[in-house]
């Protein structure tokens, strides 16, 4: 037992105060270390330690406070099952799993129906685990995804709220007609007998009983927890407003403002308007998150398969590494691997944003999830399951969506303490007019905003309880909560539609205020495939005798000019054997021996530390380095022989990618481990001034510190993997080109394709989706800025004029849904450098190098 992390779905969240509700109920937990609550995405991470708490614990907390935890069902092929005692043994290993809520075994069709709660524990650990009882387990493919559940919850929702306003609204408006009858043309076409108190509070019970009840048993719920949330504020409002109507109905005299004071349509349409805002909110939910449906939509179903000699179609999640998968055109590739034989073009646009089809060879990687076009292949599977690149990408995308971002931190804390205050300041209102207000400012004339209604009659307490209750319904924690959330998740999706992935909200709202970027050379800037352009060779040796010398020494390097210069050699007839022995000396080059002779290949640096004389070799090196190619020196028996030249390529897209950084006002910078003459050479290319130049590989992070103490916020890109301290000590780490392996890679973006313009593309979705955070934001707390104090009568002295609890509950629920609406935006966005079409030269294909132009 120990501490474990899981991701609960949760059910009927509305407003960013059921956020701190929930989260409060799960802190409070004995063995939750920490519980956050994403409102946006509707899922609750909570980490705990197994052996004090367990997953029913923290459901039992969650559906306590009004809230449910969605469940999930599998059904499961189990074959070797013989008797009673099989059924027994996989019931109860099963059932001891976390999350397992419900197994059902039938020996008779050899079947297995597990509940469970997804995020505790998945389909794949419970067909393990009956996998090591001895039984084969596979998902039969008729059983619902959890996709289809989480569409399934949506649409019941949506459903619920519909059946709920075809109730409400129609008895809401016989209500208010019959409330308003003696005031402007209704007494022509309105009988007297419907505004009878009695008739009204007929029609008005199974409005407040019936769709409004949801709001006063959730708040009955999170009292018992000693929680509070945006149900209380309605179940408040719906419920003095009904029952100050009850009492005046049945005893005028009482002093709560008379036969007059009956507000059975502010409890109706209050009951109406609140319904509505649940339903658009149903509506509109979900959308943010629909490219991560997009995603978990990609998942083959099925994949064909040879086992045994023999063709057969199995489900995708049961092919295992090493089986041969057949893909014909049109079909959906089910798990990652290499193509065996065979030729193809894939699409692979849903998972990298590249709308061009791949050519797919023997020996080439193809992803999960994408489609085959033209041809058919066979290939090799390699990564299955969660392992594979779509499900590393979905998790990816699942967790950004789950976390916050610091901006956040505020938002949470007025929404964590928004209920108790608004209480508060209704409890202030109430008492202001009823003991000053009312006296001092009361008007015969006052009236509703846009409602006849007059307030002549209404009485000191009356007068004072409604503005009170406006005060409680106007209020609207809703929109503060779901600014961020929803605009993350947003930003978030789109990022994943273009191939770049955020891990979390908090590398969004830091690309947004980027102020530098510093790019690795080589496989960043350029392809990381340098080419032998140049052998130089000092009497007595001769230029073969270089060249093979060097390829021996470089043969077992991983250094990419090292495999240049090996190619080179190869290219030209030349066998390279093995050295005798090989050392690698990191930031200076390589040592070797070989037939008896010593042979060092590297830099300046090299050369002087071994007291070699290369002084000769210098002129021609440094012309070598201002055409843009590396120089490497090389000397054997420790007498100088030598110059190997190798030029790497720029990608195509770099100078358009760093030309569009510059306009945007980001400052650029290069770091390489090459000499400086090299760096400036493509540097000038490329359009860079800030040149970092022979940083070893160490010491990168501490060019990265070197820009930040000069109050810059800076991001560095690199490779993922030889770049991780400086990515991880920049602001914002970004991972380019990492192919399928997007989970290993150090940095807070990944970006799938390996192609610098998603940098730009990464920045302007951060920009454009901070800037979502900020309006929504801003209108959230202007309005409850302007709302509350409206609501509270602040312009009354002034005008006669009050807000009614109908037309608060009006502007409360546009609030919510409006913030939604506005991150939906998002999705119309698109990064400026995305792209469109076919490349300009058709024949160009990917492995061709574009030379670097000599300076």
């Not at 992070?701 to 990515?727: F, H, R, T, Y």
Request: aromatic share 8%; glycine share 10%; net charge neutral.
């Amino acid at each position: 037992m120990g501490m474990k992390l899981i991701v609960l779905p949760v059910e009927g969240m509305t407003c960013a105060s059921c956020v701190s509700t929930i989260e409060k109920a799960l802190s409070n937990l004995q063995g939750v270390k920490g519980a956050k609550v994403n409102l946006a995405a509707e899922k609750a991470q909570v980490e705990f330690d197994e052996g004090k708490v367990a997953v029913p614990d923290m459901v039992k907390a969650i559906q306590d406070v009004g809230y449910n935890v969605g469940m999930e069902e599998i059904h499961l092929s189990v074959h070797g099952m013989t008797c009673a005692s099989c059924v027994s043994k996989v019931e109860k290993a099963v059932g001891q799993l976390t999350g397992v809520t419900n197994v059902v075994v039938n020996l008779a069709s050899e079947s297995v129906k597990v509940e469970f709660y997804p995020g505790s524990v998945t389909k794949q650990d419970i067909k393990q685990e009956i996998g090591q009882l001895g039984y084969t387990a596979s998902e039969k493919l008729t059983g619902k995804d959890q996709l289809d559940k989480e569409k399934a919850a949506r649409e019941h929702e949506i459903k619920r709220q519909g059946r709920f306003m075809l109730w409400t609204w129609p008895l809401a408006i016989i209500i208010m007609l019959g409330q308003f009858r003696d005031y402007w043309i209704l007494p022509k076409f309105v009988p007297e007998f419907l505004g009878n108190n009695y008739l009204l509070w007929i029609l008005t019970t199974p409005v407040v009983l019936g769709p409004g009840w949801q709001f006063f048993s959730n708040s009955f719920r999170g009292l018992k927890r000693g929680v509070t949330d945006m149900n209380l504020l309605y179940a408040t409002g719906i419920g003095a407003s009904y029952l100050i109507a009850v009492i005046n109905t049945v005893a005028p005299n009482a002093g709560f403002g008379g036969s007059e004071a009956t507000f059975f349509e502010s409890a109706a349409l209050l009951t109406a308007f609140i319904v509505l805002g649940r339903y658009l909110e149903a509506l509109t939910r979900g959308k943010t998150s629909e490219a991560i449906r997009k995603l978990m939509s990609l998942q083959a179903k099925v994949a064909r398969v040879i086992r045994g000699g023999k063709e057969m179609e199995i489900a995708a999640d049961e092919v295992i590494p090493g089986d041969i998968v057949i893909v014909r055109p049109g079909e959906s590739v089910p798990v990652d691997g290499t193509v065996k034989d065979g030729y193809s073009a894939v699409d692979e646009s849903m998972i990298t944003g590249e709308s061009i089809p791949v050519e797919k060879r023997t020996g080439d990687a193809v992803i999960g999830g994408t489609i085959n076009k033209t041809g058919s292949f066979r290939f090799e599977a390699t990564k299955v399951g969660k392992d594979s690149a779509l499900a590393q990408i979905i998790k990816l995308v699942e967790d950004a969506q789950a976390s916050k971002a610091p901006i956040q931190k505020m938002a949470d804390w007025v929404a964590g303490h928004f209920i108790l205050g608004v209480h508060l300041l209704a409890v202030l209102a109430f008492i202001f007019w009823f003991f000053i207000g009312f006296d001092a400012f009361f008007q015969a004339d006052s009236r509703f905003i846009l409602s006849p209604y007059s307030l002549t009659s209404i009485g000191v307490f009356g007068f004072s309880l409604l503005l009170s209750l406006t005060v409680l319904v106007i209020s609207c924690p809703c929109a503060v909560g779901l600014a961020t959330p929803s605009a993350m998740m947003a930003g978030t999706g789109k990022g994943a539609e273009n191939g770049i992935l955020f891990k979390g909200a908090g590398a969004i709202e830091a690309s947004s205020k980027l102020q530098a970027i510093v790019f690795d050379k080589t496989g960043t800037l350029t392809k990381g495939k340098p080419s032998l352009t140049d052998v130089v060779a000092l009497h007595p040796f001769t230029e073969e005798q270089v060249l093979l010398f060097t390829a021996v020494t470089e043969k077992n390097s991983e250094h990419p000019l090292g495999e240049a210069i090996v190619n080179g050699a190869k290219e030209k007839g030349m066998v390279v054997k093995d050295a005798d022995s090989f050392d690698s000396i990191p930031g200076h080059g390589v040592v070797a021996y070989f037939e008896g002779h010593r042979i060092l290949a590297g830099n300046r640096r090299l050369m002087k530390q071994e007291a070699v004389a290369f002084e000769r070799l210098l002129p021609k090196a440094e012309k070598l380095e201002g055409d843009g190619k590396t120089a490497m020196f090389i000397a054997i028996d420790g007498k100088p022989a030598g110059i190997i030249a190798v030029a790497d390529t720029l990608k195509e897209n770099s100078i358009e990618a760093v030309s569009k950084l510059r306009k945007m006002g980001i400052r650029v910078a290069m770091i390489t481990g090459d000499n400086r003459r090299t760096a400036d050479a493509i540097a000038k290319q490329v359009g860079i001034d800030i040149v970092l130049a022979e940083v070893l590989p160490q010491d990168k992070a501490n060019e990265v510190i070197k820009l930040q103490s000069q109050g810059l916020k800076v991001a560095m890109v690199g490779d993922g993997v030889n770049d991780a301290p400086a990515l991880a000590q920049a602001e914002v780490g970004i991972a380019i080109g990492s192919g399928t392996d997007v989970a290993k890679e150090t940095g807070d973006i990944i970006l799938i394709k390996d192609d610098i313009r998603d940098v730009v593309g990464a920045i302007e979705i951060s920009k454009r989706t901070m800037r979502k955070v900020k309006e929504n934001l801003f209108w959230a707390f202007i309005y409850n800025t302007i709302g509350i104090p409206l609501a509270a009568g602040l312009l009354y002295p002034f005008t006669g004029l009050v807000v009614s609890p109908e037309l608060a509950a009006l502007f409360m629920a546009v609030s919510s849904v409006s913030v939604t609406l506005n991150t939906l935006l998002l999705k119309r966005f698109n990064p400026s450098m995305k792209q469109k079409g076919t490349p300009k030269n058709p024949m160009q294909h990917e492995h061709e190098q574009v030379p670097v132009k000599a300076v």
